[in-house]
């Protein structure tokens, strides 16, 4: 009979665990990565598919981002930059390759912003009729890529400055600034369409 200090442990719920504990258990245990994968691959599906506007090309570069990190997961450490932002990173590399690789513009299937979920997500954004709408999607096509980058990471993914910043790079205080000079520029691309006044709202609240 085995004595009461030599019985198997109970089976730990991964799933209760935070990113930086699951990371260093599936550098030897592949189901937590598999809980990782779980967690993320929504997340990192949508922000390629906006950069791509390609669903089997958003699939492929999805799984690839998922397969270069389980390849470097022994070597990552924190570091001040969190393993979300890590995966964001992978994703935006080989974005940017896709797009070098095949000479496109770098632009978002804002297509999908049409539909009434995302497109009432943009602050103080408030289109009358499809006229509007189509007018707001070719503007923000224009903008430059960092700028589409930081609209899908607010909008869509929904992640606050802090965390923006830790995916792209920058200080909160300057992803702040950026989003601020992109509302700036699409209330100055839109008052041509006299749409403008329909963001003049929320650059008033960055400034304060």
Known sequence: MKAPWKRSPKTQDLSELSDSELVQLAKDNQEAFGILYERYIRKIYNYIYYRTGN???AEDLTALVFYRAMGHIENYTERGVPFQAWLYRIAHNLVANWHRDRGRRKIIALEEFAGPAPLSEVPDVQTEDKEEREILLDTIRRLPEERQQLLILKFIERMSNAEIGDIMGRTEGAIKSLYHRTLIALRDE????????QISSRINDTEG
Do not use: Y
Not at 190 to 197: A, E, K, P, S, T
């Open 190 to 197: 839109l008052n041509m369409h006299d749409l403008g006044h």
């Open 55 to 57: 669903h089997h090309d």
